[in-house]
């Protein structure tokens, strides 16, 4: 089982639509969880830290479940601005990320 | 400067040749990690340095890759003998401590360093 793993995509979704993406983890000793947006050719941006709790930050939603060992991210109200590649990543030895899961929002 | 800074920004080399590429992370980070990325993949860690601490260079390809940093201040990470598999971008990043140290602990990435291998 990879350290990290996301569903590919592409997601395509209309302006408007909630869009939900997971990722696993299989160390279960993972501590941090992020969730980062990547453009084409540009760099990885923090969107946002995943807490136990679960955390929202505007329009984004990030949730933790340590017993099935996911992540997931919830956008409502897609925007065409929200199209991007979005990246989980994990705390263990060091921060390990997965593939990226390709978002496409269509007017 | 405010941000991570990574030189090149672009680099074509001929199959064979070394390269060096630098990465300045921000002040005062302690954690430094080197990144690759092939077009159209995943992030892949090549190595990290953390303060004083020896590097955990676990995630570097083959001996032809090698990293340094001096203190807590700039990194180079090295290629040497070059292969056209080398071309990806090279992502730097830093953070003031190692991830999960502390909540709100964030990575900040440089804009790459793209290697071209002919």
């Known amino acids: 089982r990879k350290e990290v793993e996301q569903d590919p995509g592409p997601f395509n979704v209309p302006e408007g639509a909630t869009v939900a993406f997971n990722c696993t983890y299989s160390?279960?000793?993972?501590?941090?969880f992020f969730w980062y947006r990547q453009d084409c050719r540009k760099e990885p941006k923090l969107l946002m830290s995943v807490y136990s709790s679960g955390n929202e930050d505007g329009r984004f939603t990030a949730q933790l479940n340590r017993a099935s060992q996911y992540i997931s991210l919830l956008i409502r109200d897609s925007k065409l601005s929200d199209s991007a590649t979005y990246l989980c990543a994990v705390t263990g030895h060091q921060l390990t990320f997965g593939k990226g899961t390709k978002l496409s929002v269509i007017p | 400067g405010a941000g991570v800074s990574q030189s090149p920004s672009n680099k074509v080399t001929e199959k064979g040749k070394d390269v060096e590429l630098r990465c300045d992370p921000i002040s005062g980070h302690t954690a430094l990690y080197w990144y690759r990325q092939r077009l159209g993949q995943g992030l892949e860690f090549l190595i990290y340095f953390q303060g004083n601490s020896a590097p955990d260079k676990s995630g570097l390809p083959s001996d032809r890759f090698s990293a340094e940093r001096t203190g807590e201040s700039v990194s180079t990470l090295t290629i040497q003998r070059t292969q056209q598999e080398d071309s990806a971008v090279y992502l730097c990043?830093?953070?003031?401590?190692?991830?999960?140290?502390?909540?709100?602990?964030?990575?900040?990435f440089g804009e790459g360093s793209w290697l071209t291998v002919v």
């Open positions: 160390n279960s000793a993972s501590q941090s």
């Open positions: 990043a830093s953070s003031l401590a190692l991830p999960g140290a502390f909540s709100g602990n964030t990575i900040y």
